[in-house]
């Protein structure tokens, strides 16, 4: 078939455009039995916890994920400092614009002002869009994606806005990412890191294999000493996320949405119920066991899908 060679040359144009504006190390994921965003976080970037994260830069507000949903997982580029190299450069050569070095350096935790380090890392960021809400502020905004509100200066410079008092509602800014870093190869595929639970057979339920641990915390937390239970809490979370029944998982997410309420850490509570939730949609807390404020906190994270980044 003939084809109009201007709409050749156009079609091979857009192809050109989006293969520069396509991010370097971004790959598609395609979602498999038995995976989570927490498994595929884990995956590509050896972490559980920046599953949230992945949820929005794919726009997503909430946690449940479907087989066959295709994924965006992006990766952060990292530089080996060279000789010669400045942070103007090296900001044009990776993100094309110069001018945001300072806060490139500023996410680095370095000083733009100080020399490289030959052989040091520089990570560069992904960029994320983000619409701005009624009662947004930048120191907000960097609480919630760095967890530093100081580095509100550095969002402010990479977005180029003069005045931060003068933000408006809709207004799309860009969230630099400096977390999204791929652990090892993740590009060669591997299996599911567990098949999906069987349907219970009543005659023969499966064995809950942490029950025992999980009870151990279980006790330490009813005792107040939250620290302990925090800590064997994170020491178990790969092998039951992994290897638990079920109920060992929905058990694990249950007392650790109990520990960050003990902690007053909200975003991390609300994390851990929406955990709880994806695995059992119609699990609840009985009033007469749990706290009145477990109640309090897990009735705000009903209220939204999402930790909301406002100060």
């Known amino acids: 078939m003939n084809r109009n060679p201007a709409t050749l040359a156009a079609s091979i144009l857009v192809a050109l455009l989006w293969a520069v504006a396509a991010p370097a190390g971004e790959r598609v994921h395609e979602v498999r039995p038995g995976e989570s965003a927490s498994s595929i976080a884990k995956r590509y970037y050896g972490d559980y916890e920046l599953a949230p994260l992945l949820l ?16 965006r997982v992006p990766s952060c580029e990292v530089h080996r400092v060279e000789a010669g190299d400045t942070w103007s450069v090296l900001a044009d050569r990776y993100l094309g614009r110069a001018s945001v070095y300072p806060a ?18 520089i990570v560069f960021p992904v960029p994320m869009e983000y619409r ?20 509100r200066d550095a969002l402010q410079g990479y977005n180029g806005i003069e005045d931060p008092r003068r933000l408006s509602v809709g207004q799309t800014i860009e969230i630099p990412l400096v977390s999204l870093r791929f652990r090892g190869n993740p590009v060669e595929p591997v299996p599911a890191r567990r098949p999906p639970d069987p349907e219970p057979d009543p005659q023969t339920p499966p064995v809950a ?32 996320i ?14 650790l949405t109990f520990v960050h309420v003990a902690f007053d850490d ?6 851990a119920y929406r955990s709880l939730m994806e695995l059992s949609p119609t699990s609840e807390l009985d009033p007469d066991l749990v706290s009145p ?8 994270c009903k209220a939204t899908t999402v930790a909301s980044p406002r100060s």
Do not use: M
Request: hydrophobic share 35%.
């Open 104 to 121: 490139v350096a500023a996410l680095n935790g370095l000083e733009p002002a100080q020399p490289l380090r030959l052989g040091g890392e």
């Open 293 to 300: 404020k477990i109640r309090d906190s897990i009735s705000r």
């Open 56 to 71: 929005e830069y794919n726009g997503r507000t909430g946690t449940l994920i479907r087989v066959g949903e295709k994924l």
């Open 242 to 255: 992994d290897e638990g029944t079920l109920e060992d998982r929905a058990r694990f997410w249950r007392l």
């Open 209 to 240: 294999r942490f029950s025992e641990p999980l009870e151990a915390v279980r006790g330490v937390f009813d005792d107040g000493d939250y620290e302990t239970a925090r800590e064997r809490l994170a020491s178990l979370r790969e092998s039951v």
């Open 132 to 151: 701005l809400q009624r009662g947004d502020t930048l120191a907000g905004i960097a609480g919630h994606f760095y967890g530093d509100v100081e580095l």
């Open 266 to 271: 909200r975003s991390g509570a609300c994390i």
